[in-house]
């Protein structure tokens, strides 16, 4: 959860029942309304609810996550050690919220007593504002850090190392707000501190509710940067995209996160802030969540083949239908449209994203004799018209496929790079 504010409580004396140590509450109530100490509303349930049914589901993905990366990719990467780390402060998280049920999270203020309260904004500020912002942040770097497993881009690199630098530069400082928020720093959680001085909380948590929306939005549109140089079929390039981009998919969660913060500020707080913890669980999950997903694609090839056979169709009549047109425009082109064509199709015959090099150099030959047919029949086709000038023709000729070798080389030597990490997506 996000740092919390508390509110500001009643005068010491205000009570509940006759005797003035009896009870006393944490806020007022308001006018017209008793307290109900015997039987209180709660909504804490809530929190229960969603602290033990997310981790279950997240727990799932993250499990088959990891069996693909050990069993069926036989490789680990950084983003697996990442997500893990991000999972862990979650689960913290979940606890913290589940016991903070036990201090008065659900019930009203005027319900709760001084001393659970303080109790309560004791735990949420300092080890629920750690768990949640640091889940956020280690999901965050698990899901950029796999976007730099597909491009060697200095300008694409320099972007998401922009992105994480931002995220960390908002979300260590809202971690560890309890540490500077208040002074001195056990008056955040007990306002009966004489001398107690406090930044305002509540701009604080909406600040970062506003850049982790931003930096989500920004998780979420890098994957059109990748793609967008790369030769791949139109079709591909956009089923790649959409499962890259399922790692910023929880912007919608944080927006609607930020929102529910702005919506429900009330100074009955452990009772209005439930939605919001609600919330912020539902974003960290999600978010965990999300990191996991663009690596799903191997396991579901391994166990669930016939899920991509309706894709494959779609894009194999798809292609065969761009190749007709192509044979038509290559026509006029001179030959030069098929050449770039047929180098982006070595690279995508490869199904485990690195060429051998022996590999390259025999496609590359096959390649060369196709072009070099094709030249021929072009040459034929216009050796009547020219004439005497089959001699120049023929110099020509051979530097063409000269060129042609040289941008072979080079197309595939640069979509091998592009390509590297293409198994896990």
Not at 395 to 420: C, F, H, P, W, Y
Request: net charge neutral.
């Amino acid at each position: 959860m996000a740092v919390i504010a508390p509110t500001p409580n009643p005068d010491p004396g205000t009570t509940t029942g006759g005797n003035a140590g009896a009870f006393i509450a944490a806020g007022p109530p308001p006018p017209g309304v008793i307290p109900n100490l015997d039987n209180p509303e709660n909504i804490g349930y809530q929190l229960v609810i969603i602290a033990s049914v997310f981790p279950a589901i997240t727990g799932v993905f993250l499990l088959l996550r990891l069996y693909t990366a050990a069993f069926i990719l036989k490789r680990w990467h950084v983003d697996d050690y990442l997500v893990i780390v991000a999972f862990v402060f979650a689960l913290g998280d979940s606890a913290t919220n589940i016991i903070q049920t036990h201090h008065g999270a659900g019930k009203h203020m005027w319900e709760v007593s001084k001393e659970t309260y303080r109790e309560f904004n004791m735990i949420g500020a300092m080890a629920g504002a750690i768990c949640y912002h640091l889940s956020t942040l280690f999901a965050k770097y698990s899901i950029l850090s796999f976007y730099l497993r597909f491009s060697v881009d200095t300008g694409f690199r320099y972007a998401v190392y922009f992105v994480m630098f931002v995220a960390t530069g908002y979300t260590v400082p809202s971690a560890f707000a309890f540490l500077f928020q208040c002074t001195p720093m056990n008056s955040l959680w007990d306002s009966d501190v004489v001398g107690r001085k406090c930044v305002d909380a509540v701009a604080m948590c909406n600040a970062t509710g506003v850049l982790n929306t931003v930096t989500d939005l920004a998780i979420l549109l890098l994957p059109i940067w990748l793609l967008r140089p790369l030769r791949i079929p139109l079709l591909k390039k956009m089923g790649v995209a959409i499962i890259l981009m399922t790692g910023g998919f929880v912007v919608g969660i944080s927006a609607k996160r930020t929102y529910t913060v702005l919506d429900n500020a009330s100074t009955d707080f452990t009772y209005r802030f439930v939605p919001n913890l609600v919330w912020f669980l539902i974003e960290m999950y999600v978010g965990i969540l999300c990191a996991c997903l663009p690596t799903m694609k191997p396991f579901m090839k391994r166990f669930f083949p016939s899920f991509f056979a309706f894709s494959s169709n779609l894009e194999s009549r798809l292609s065969a239908s761009l190749h007709i047109a192509s044979i038509r425009l290559d026509t006029l082109t001179g030959g030069r449209l098929n050449r770039r064509r047929h180098s982006n199709m070595i690279m995508t015959e490869d199904r485990s994203g690195a060429l051998s090099r022996a590999a390259v150099e025999a496609l590359e030959s096959k390649a060369s004799s196709v072009y070099a047919r094709h030249d021929d029949t072009l040459t034929e086709g216009g050796s009547s018209s020219e004439g005497s000038s089959s001699s120049s023709s023929s110099s020509s000729q051979g530097i063409k496929k000269s060129s042609s070798a040289s941008t072979l080389r080079e197309d595939v030597v640069t979509n091998e790079k592009e390509n590297l990490g293409r198994e896990e997506v």
